[in-house]
T-cell receptor, first 113, second 114 residues
Framework: AQSVTQLGSHVSVSEGALVLLRCNYSSSVPPYLFWYVQYPNQGLQLLLKYTSAATLVKGINGFEAEFKKSETSFHLTKPSAHMSDAAEYFC???????????FGGGTRLMVKP | EPEVTQTPSHQVTQMGQEVILRCVPISNHLYFYWYRQILGQKVEFLVSFYNNEISEKSEIFDDQFSVERPDGSNFTLKIRSTKLEDSAMYFCASLRDGHNYEQYFGPGTRLTVT
């Protein structure tokens, strides 16, 4: 069975600082991995996805993530945080069949001026 | 850009009442999903729907829940007799096809059971 662990339920960075949100997965087969962002009172928006092509995946809003099989990780990064990046971020893994997603617990990113 | 829509945005109901949450998936999508997020907890899969039938459901999706695609555009989640623990944000999602993997989520319906 697939599972996802996000280390750190809350992360706080200063504006302009590096953003690093951690995600580790467990999967018995090569995983398909996703990062979603949820702004207050809104739905989930796809930031980026890994589907077994390039291990470094670029997404929207300057975010990227690197798939590291040896570490079973798919951490999300952004070189320079903006105030508008403040939101909750969810890592998810696609299950084997049916395409349903298993989500991590989420990480709330706070950006200080 | 096409988007998934959900109505209502907030529903308050009394325990034991039936509620229907409505979703309009993106028009050329073939797979439909419901997820829920209890306040402060993970987003959890409830059910997937393809070709007019349930393709998979979680242990949460018991006999109190049902889904329907009554016409070519709507996708509904019905809870027959709501319980306090059904209070959550319910998200609808749709997927174009089995090779795309990119689920598009609606803004959610916040269900409050009193």
């Amino acid at each position: 069975a697939q599972s996802v662990t996000q280390l750190g339920s809350h992360v706080s960075v200063s504006e302009g600082a590096l953003v690093l949100l951690r995600c580790n997965y467990s999967s018995s087969v090569p995983p398909y991995l996703f990062w979603y962002v949820q702004y207050p009172n809104q739905g989930l928006q796809l930031l980026l996805k890994y589907t077994s092509a390039a291990t470094l995946v670029k997404g929207i809003n300057g975010f990227e993530a690197e798939f590291k099989k040896s570490e079973t990780s798919f951490h999300l990064t952004k070189p320079s945080a903006h105030m508008s990046d403040a939101a909750e971020y969810f890592c998810a893994v696609r299950r084997n069949a049916g395409n349903m997603l298993t989500f991590g617990g989420g990480t709330r990113l706070m950006v200080k001026p | 850009e096409p988007e998934v829509t959900q109505t209502p945005s907030h529903q308050v109901t009394q325990m034991g009442q039936e509620v229907i949450l409505r979703c309009v998936p993106i028009s050329n999508h073939l797979y439909f999903y419901w997820y829920r997020q209890i306040l402060g907890q993970k987003v959890e899969f409830l059910v997937s729907f393809y070709n007019n039938e349930i393709s998979e459901k979680s242990e949460i999706f018991d006999d109190q829940f049902s889904v329907e695609r009554p016409d070519g555009s709507n996708f509904t989640l019905k809870i027959r007799s709501t319980k306090l623990e059904d209070s959550a944000m319910y998200f609808c999602a749709s997927l174009r096809d089995g090779h795309n993997y990119e689920q598009y989520f609606g803004p959610g319906t916040r269900l409050t059971v009193t």
